[in-house]
């Protein structure tokens, strides 16, 4: 795969700038020359092909060659609730959720979360989204809300048509039925120490099912990955790692 870099604002024309972080990026870390072939992506799920051809003190600009709808994203929405992780591992978390396609992440507030999840940065997360979609080559970003409580959280995810809740005295996961996750999936996974017994009933009540992820205590950021690997694994038929083969060829 061609190096890839992302530009929000790519015009009709046929030529693209990339300026700050990804100029730079292509420039000073990646040390790419002029007439070296790119990808560049827009978020929305097309990607470009490109050839660098000025680079400049505080800007790139690539013309455009071709232009496609590539789709690697899950057949389903998935969301992912989950009390922030300390420190780096919040990073790490978010970078791995972006790679096995979580569609919307919600750093969510309960008792025993941590204070870091009330002072989250959009654009410090977001950067940490854009970066993981250069690595994986994922077309669409990941979507990072701001900070709501438990009860919020509960009463805003009510659509999806499965609602699953990491517990210990949860059930095992079973194979998930494509026409059934069609609706969409919602995985809340607690902080340190988990849910208190009030928030975990809330939970109940409003139809979420607690699930088990073995006798072993995980941490925040494992339990979180560790559900939804299992929920893109369990689904019939199995997700294929190419993803869809709905890549077309748009004009320009």
Not at 2 to 28: C, K, M, N, W
Not at 92 to 115: C, D, H, Q
Not at 198 to 217: Q, V
Request: aromatic residues 6%.
């Amino acid at each position: 795969m061609a190096e890839r870099f992302y530009s929000p604002t790519i015009g009709s024309d046929d030529s693209v700038v990339l300026t700050g972080d990804e100029a730079q990026h292509l420039a000073r870390v990646r040390r790419i020359h002029r007439g070296a072939r790119v990808q560049v992506f827009d978020g929305s799920g097309i990607e470009f092909d490109a050839v660098v051809r000025e680079i400049g003190r505080g800007e790139v600009v690539l013309n455009i060659e071709a232009k496609k709808f590539v789709n690697r994203e899950l057949p389903f929405s998935l969301t992912l609730g989950c009390s922030p992780a300390k420190g780096d591992r919040l990073r790490w978390l978010i970078e791995k959720a972006t790679e096995l396609g979580v569609s919307r992440f919600v750093p969510i507030l309960t008792e025993r979360s941590s204070e870091q999840a009330r002072g989250l940065r959009s654009e410090r997360t977001r950067r940490w989204v854009i970066e993981a979609c250069k690595q994986c080559g994922r077309n669409v970003l990941m979507e990072v809300t701001d900070a709501v409580a438990w009860l919020d959280f509960l009463a805003s995810n009510t659509s999806q048509s499965i609602r699953l809740i990491a517990a210990p005295t949860g059930s095992l996961l079973h194979m998930l039925d494509e026409t059934l996750v069609r609706g969409g999936i919602a995985i809340a996974v607690g902080p340190e120490g988990g849910f208190t017994c009030g928030e975990f009933d809330a939970a109940l009540g409003k139809g979420w099912l607690p699930i088990s992820l073995g006798p072993r205590t995980l941490r925040v950021e494992t339990a979180a990955l560790a559900m939804v690997a299992g929920v893109t694994a369990y689904v019939r038929p199995r997700v294929g790692a190419g993803g869809s083969k709905d890549n077309r060829l748009l004009g320009r």
